[in-house]
Each structure stands twice: as C-alpha cells, then as structure tokens.
C-alpha cells in the first residue's frame, strides 16, 4: 500500500504565488524526508530534505515544514516561476530498509506567467 | 564528470523477450537501487543493493532480476514473467550530497516499451 500519501494530484499558479503541497505518513520508523523535482523524460533531482528533528528547513525558495506528531510535512515554494513547472514527488525513508525511497504519487505543478 | 548513466535511453521489447537495463555510477556509493515509474503513480521500489554481491527485493520484484558483481553498476533484467513491463525505468545510488549523506542521485532513465 502507499505509504506516503501526496496531495494535491496537480496544481496551478500564477507567476509569483505559492504552491503547497502536503504529504502524510504512517510509519514512525521513517526518519528522512526529501523532496524531489521532476521534469518530462528526466530523473528526479533532489530539492530539499529534512529530518523530524526539525520543524522547518529552508533552501533559498523552497521551504518544508515538518509535524512530527501530526506525521505531515509540506512543500512550500515562494515567488514561483513559470521555470518551477513540474511534477514533484515527497518521500520518506529509514535505515531499516537500506534508505530505499518511498515516494507519493507526486503532484503536477504549473505555473503560469 | 561523475554521475550516474543509464543505458539505453529508450528500449522496445517484443513479449517473450528478456532485456537488460543498465545502470552506471562513478560516484564511489555502495548503495544502488531502481525504480520503476508509471504515469499517476510515483516511484515504486523493485530491487536495491547496499553492497556488492548482495541485492534485497522491493515493493515489485516480480518479473525482474538484478545482479552486484561490481560496486559501480547494478543492472535490471526484466524477464518474460513481468506481464506489464511499459514504464519509465530510473536507477539511483546513495552516497554523500551537499547537504545530506542519505541523498540519492538519479540517473536520467531508460524508457522500455513492449510491442
């Protein structure tokens, strides 16, 4: 079954806005959570990662907040480009399987000018 | 120019047929592991690799075969038993990235059709 839950499936914004999309987990084992960008026919890039020791991380317009007791964290983009159009996938991992990713089932994000 | 490679870029298989992807990293990272895209459906887990010469299954190992003979390359098979093999293949390894030692790098994916 998922075990990271994404939503929204897509989202639109104009130039400037801010895009959130939010994730939730079930298993408490989890102690890292990236955010990956994607754009057609590419691999992912990593954008951001936090782990549960953090509330919030911020990497120039990318933000995550983190709520360990709620097992939510989101994504939050500041003054997006037209450039940011692209699909973006959550994930969250633990050493108990080797750091393999799982990932939600991303979210499709356009950003008009 | 280190990174990861993956060979070929688009791949078209006829049913019956086995076919191997190929994934290569000059990273120096122990970890390896492939995915397996579908459109509305994310990445999904088939095999990973934390060291040379032992690989464990993922979420979808059915159908697919994997082998570690070398710490730098860590092909797929997909065999004639995975019934729906049309997907968008990505491979990645583990190793140290700017901010995080647990980062994974992809590479830029092999797109298999079956005709």
């Known amino acids: 079954q998922q075990q990271v839950k994404q939503s929204p499936q897509s989202l639109i914004v104009q130039k400037g806005g801010i895009p959130i999309i939010n994730c939730a987990y079930e298993n408490t084992a989890f102690d890292y959570f990236p955010w990956y960008q994607q754009f057609p026919g590419k691999g992912p890039a990593l954008l951001i990662a936090i782990r549960p020791d953090v509330s919030e991380k911020k990497e120039g317009r990318f933000t995550i907040s983190f709520n360990k007791s709620a097992k939510q964290f989101s994504l939050h983009i500041m003054d997006s480009q037209p450039g940011d159009s692209a699909t973006y996938f959550c994930a969250a991992t633990s050493s108990n399987s080797g750091y393999a990713l799982n990932f939600g089932k991303g979210t499709s994000l356009l950003v008009t000018p | 120019d280190g990174g990861i490679t993956q060979s070929p870029k688009y791949l078209f298989r006829k049913e019956g047929q086995n076919v191997t992807l190929s994934c290569e990293q000059n990273?120096?990272?122990?970890?390896m592991y492939w995915y397996r895209q579908d459109p509305g459906q994310g990445l999904r887990l088939i095999y990973y690799?934390?060291?040379?010469?032992?690989?464990q299954k993922g979420d979808i190992a059915e159908g697919y075969s994997v082998s570690r003979e070398k710490k730098e390359s860590f092909p797929l098979t997909v065999t004639s038993a995975q019934k729906n093999p049309t997907a968008f293949y990505l491979c990645?390894?583990?190793?140290?990235?700017?901010?995080?030692?647990?980062?994974?790098?992809f590479g830029p994916g092999t797109r298999l059709t079956v005709l």
């Open positions: 990645a390894s583990r190793g140290y990235g700017a901010s995080d030692y647990n980062e994974q790098f």
């Open positions: 690799s934390q060291i040379v010469n032992d690989f």
């Open positions: 990273l120096n990272h122990d970890a």
